[in-house]
């Protein structure tokens, strides 16, 4: 536990030193601009040939992991990253053999040692050296190989130990978004289990040094992973530790460079030097514009120095001198003959036959012929027609929905026609002589509802035809007084 808490403390201690450097301190009484752009993330995966070198033959095993790099300068940058390895050991002189599982999780501080040249924008080739701490864990299972307590075969599983681990790259840059590397890490562990990686400890015999090492030779394929920067809308650069420190420096100058020298020289006196006149050589006294183009404020195509009405009303030719070719106001004689000519050609409309108008429709509650309220206001508008049209007899049609029998029903519909012929003659003051009474029962409904629809309890208003009268009370009892018994079949 104790190996444990100091491995992280010195990762992170490394990795706030490692942060706090990139920032410096602003000069007193300024803002400092910092040259270092935003950089990408790297993701890497690793595929090696791991072997242990130890008190037996390291043979090439396999091993693989992720990892992620983060820039802190041009040169320094932090990698975290996870192993997994399986190895075996042999001596064959003594008939010796061991097998090995290993996982591990480490943060590394790299050096990329090349950086310090500042003559390319972005190297092609990167020199990094490594080192750091991590934790470790790891199982060996040996054959043949003497152990402190006598035995000679077996398995040893490792506590989880810390580790430390050094090496050295290259890294070669494929693309702004891909490079390859190929490294070489050497990786120890402590405590008890640091020479029983290949299974076999050095009690009793000098053999080799105490310390069993993992090697780590292995090929990285790293990407660089990132957008734009949320501070400044630009995209991000590479990893640092591929671009050049001064890159943004020479960038700034170089843009300073390609700034054109002031030059007051204005070859058309217009009061816009050349260096930003989109027209150099405007007539003399033409107005122009910030651009030193010769204005025209009414936009007639003709230009403010020769233009003998340069705010002409929109909407109006204009001549070559600019002015708008606006017609003479028109006189009351004009007006008077242009009615004159339109009422020559004027015909009256066809007046519509009388048989087309649209008169409305009144609703009876079920089993009534009493008006309602609500259809006042209809058999007004039918009451204003026929005063407004005195020629004009209107018939008045009852209908009912199926409910009852077609006698009792043909005995209602009379009934709502008279009622409704009755309250325009009684409340309207309409000769009784222009209302025709129609019936037609439930045999025309407006929607084809069987049984009770308020839509076919109706009475209907159209113009008479020539000659027609009242239609005959049908046979059968009073109907739409009380309540009605019975049913369809039998009537009511």
Avoid at 259 to 277: H, K, L
Avoid at 306 to 325: H, I, L, M, R
């Amino acid at each position: 536990m104790t190996v444990r808490n100091f491995v992280l403390a010195v990762l992170f201690i490394s990795a706030t030193f490692g942060l706090s450097a990139q920032d410096a301190a602003a000069p007193a009484g300024g803002t400092y601009r910092s040259f270092t752009p935003a950089d990408q993330w790297e993701l890497g995966v690793h595929l090696g040939v791991p072997f242990i070198a130890g008190d037996l033959d390291g043979k090439l095993g396999f091993g693989g992991g992720l990892h992620v790099r983060k820039a802190l300068d041009h040169i320094f940058s932090i990698r975290v990253g996870g192993l997994y390895a399986q190895t075996k050991s042999e001596d064959t002189d003594n008939n010796r053999s061991s097998e090995m599982s290993w996982f591990s999780g480490s943060g590394q501080l790299v050096v990329t040692v090349n950086n310090f040249r500042f003559n390319k924008p972005y190297r092609k080739l990167a020199v990094n050296l490594f080192g750091g701490l991590g934790v470790s864990k790891f199982t060996t299972d040996y054959d043949n190989v003497l152990q402190e307590d006598g035995s000679l075969k077996g398995s040893y599983e490792s506590d989880l130990s810390g580790q430390f681990e050094f090496g050295v790259g290259l890294g070669f840059r494929v693309n702004p978004k891909f490079n390859i590397g190929l490294e070489y890490t050497a990786i120890s562990v402590f405590g008890e289990g640091a020479d029983l990686l290949d299974g076999s400890n050095n009690f009793g015999r000098d053999v080799t040094t105490f310390r069993d090492f993992l090697h780590y030779p292995h090929l990285t394929l790293n990407f660089n992973l990132g957008g734009n920067d949320k501070a400044t809308g630009a995209k991000k650069s590479e990893p640092l530790y591929w671009a050049n420190p001064m890159s943004t420096v020479s960038d700034a100058i170089a843009a300073l460079e390609a700034r054109p020298v002031y030059d007051p020289t204005d070859t058309d006196s217009d009061g816009i030097i050349d260096m930003i006149d989109q027209e150099k050589e405007s007539p003399a006294g033409a107005r122009v514009d910030t651009r030193g183009v010769k204005l025209d404020s009414d936009m007639d195509k003709v230009d403010d120095y020769k233009d003998k009405e340069p705010f002409s009303p929109p909407g109006y030719p204009v001549d070559a001198n600019g002015v708008a070719q606006v017609p003479k106001p028109i006189t009351e004689a004009d007006v008077n003959r242009i009615v004159d000519a339109k009422l020559a050609n004027f015909k009256l409309p066809v007046q519509q036959g009388l048989s087309d108008w649209f008169l409305p429709i009144i609703n009876f509650n079920m089993n009534s012929y009493n008006i309602n309220y609500s259809e006042y206001e209809k058999l007004y508008q039918v009451a204003q027609v026929l005063k407004n049209n005195p020629e004009v007899r209107i018939a008045v049609t009852g209908h009912t929905d199926q409910t009852g029998s077609e006698r009792y029903n043909n005995v209602l519909s009379y009934n709502r026609a008279m009622a409704a012929i009755e309250f325009l003659v009684n409340q309207h003051g309409v000769a009784r002589t222009r209302l025709v009474l129609d019936w037609a029962g439930e045999a025309t409904a407006m929607v084809p509802v069987a049984g009770s629809s308020q839509l076919n309890r109706r009475a209907e208003f159209r113009v008479a035809k020539a000659g027609e009268t009242d239609k005959a009370r049908p046979e059968g009892p009073e109907a739409g007084k009380g309540r009605f018994m019975g049913n369809k079949a039998s009537g009511f």
